[in-house]
């Protein structure tokens, strides 16, 4: 008689339905950091951490595209309403980057005035 021992090790990873391993964001962004920093091509550095290929590059991809974005957004002051010693009540100022103001009654207006500037 053979006798079979059967263990249950939880690893504390989560799976899909499909049994696809789900990975945090941090996880992803700790990952594509290291292989920045690693040297090594995508392919190479995705075998080492036992992850497929197209998942990896996935994942570069889209942190080149989250960081594209985070350096095209760019913020600027909007007051509305009266502010001591500035723009009369009812006017809206928009304050840019560079330091320039733009004054008007008009949201549409002001919005085309400072796409034209840019």
Same mark, same amino acid.
């Given at each position: 008689m053979v +006798? +079979?021992?059967t263990e249950l090790i939880d690893t504390g990873e989560k799976r899909d339905q499909r049994g696809r391993r789900l990975s945090q964001a941090e996880r992803r962004a700790e990952a *594509? @950091? #290291?292989? &920045?920093e690693s040297g090594q091509t995508m392919a190479a550095f995705a075998r080492q951490e036992g992850l497929a290929y197209s998942t990896f590059a996935g994942w570069v991809l889209k942190a080149a595209r989250? &960081?594209? *974005?985070a350096? /095209? +957004?760019r913020f600027a002051e909007v007051r509305v309403g009266p502010v001591l010693g500035s723009a009369p009540v009812g006017l809206l100022e928009v304050r840019l980057p560079d330091g320039m103001v @733009? /004054?008007?009654a008009s949201a549409a207006? %002001? @919005? #085309? %005035?400072v796409k034209a500037l840019r």
């Open positions: +006798t +079979t021992t *594509v @950091a #290291a292989w &920045r989250h &960081r594209a *974005v350096k /095209r +957004t @733009a /004054r008007g207006e %002001l @919005a #085309a %005035l």
